[in-house]
């Protein structure tokens, strides 16, 4: 029987300005953008993914970048407050030297469960990242060349949640989302569609914590991965039975998406597998050329206007 949920698709965060943006993740982290088109809810903003070579589910960043003038949000209960990346153990101290090298301020390395090693660090809009180094995941990672292929990042590891209590968002997605439980410890509960980087999701119950506010900085939503439209219209109709308000279908033309909120307010999408980022401009080329969908086509003239120039070549590779 075809599971429903096979783990991350993407994380969606909202960010500030679009070529600070682009810096950060292409050129710091060596992601590569593979779209750019904008927000299907608000054209005037940008849509930019980050992934992987192909931009596969379980490796994609996207960003709305809104600008500076965006108030920031904070972290809290409610919200997805830490993205963790995947690499080679190996390449910690590679890492390290790459961070100073670009100035940005990271914590001490620690250790998780014995086998992970994590460094934390911020965008520059504040947004909760963790380089998480292990060994065991065979994803190849994207590198254009800046980052040696042994130690480019490989996806997603792991998302971290916090909530006032675990139990009811635990119970989703156990119950009806293909998690289990794989490990307890430090406060922490990893839930995973499977036991590897890229399908965790690590819960925290933290009810002293100020609630969230979303905002620049923060996590918009959570993407689960789904493998077509047929399993996501049954997981439509498993989250309905069990209670929960789940949207129509929304076609996003790289996949299509249905939001709901779990429990603990954060905000979860169902994404499918297909039809990948391809469809519209060829994998050798991905991220390069404004890609606007079918109903904004008409209006791309005034949409480039408003959208903020980005620099490919602004240097930020270089360092």
């Known amino acids: 029987m075809t599971r429903l949920i096979s783990g991350i698709h ?52 996207t960003t709305f970048p809104y600008g500076r003038n965006l108030a920031k949000g904070r972290h809290g209960k409610g919200m997805v407050n830490t993205t963790a990346f995947s690499l080679e153990m190996g390449g910690l101290d590679y890492w390290l030297q790459r961070l100073d090298r670009f100035d940005i301020a990271y914590k001490h390395p620690q250790e998780r469960f014995k086998d992970e090693v994590f460094v934390y660090l911020e965008d520059p809009d504040g947004l909760g990242l963790e380089l998480v180094f292990s060994e065991g995941d065979l994803r190849k990672g994207y590198t254009d060349g800046s980052i040696p292929f042994e130690w480019a990042i490989k996806g997603f590891h792991h998302v971290e949640i916090w909530l ?50 979303g905002g620049r900085g923060t996590v918009h939503h959570l993407a689960f991965e789904t493998p077509d439209r047929e399993s996501q219209i049954r997981m439509k109709n498993n989250l309905e039975d069990y209670g929960l308000q789940v949207t129509d279908v929304k076609d996003r033309k790289y996949f299509s998406s249905v939001y709901f909120r779990e429990p603990g307010g954060v905000l979860f999408e169902v994404a499918t597998s297909a039809p990948g980022f391809s469809v519209d401009e060829p994998v050798g080329s991905l991220g390069q050329s404004l890609m606007l969908p079918g109903q904004f086509e008409a209006d791309r003239e005034r949409i480039s206007r408003l959208l903020p120039e980005i620099d490919y070549h602004s240097g930020g590779k270089q360092l």
């Open 164 to 213: 006032e209590g675990i139990e009811r968002t635990a119970a989703l997605l156990t119950m009806q989302m293909n998690h289990q439980v794989i490990r307890e410890g430090s406060g922490r509960i990893r839930l995973g569609a499977e036991d590897r980087p890229g399908k965790y999701v690590d819960l925290l119950a933290m009810p002293d914590v100020l609630r969230g506010l």
């Open 10 to 61: 993407h994380v969606t965060a909202v960010s500030g300005d679009a070529q600070e943006n682009f810096d950060f993740y292409t050129g710091a982290l060596g992601l590569r953008m593979v779209k750019k088109t904008v927000n299907f809810e608000d054209p005037g903003v940008y849509h930019l993914y980050f992934g992987d070579t192909e931009g596969n589910p379980s490796t994609i960043l």
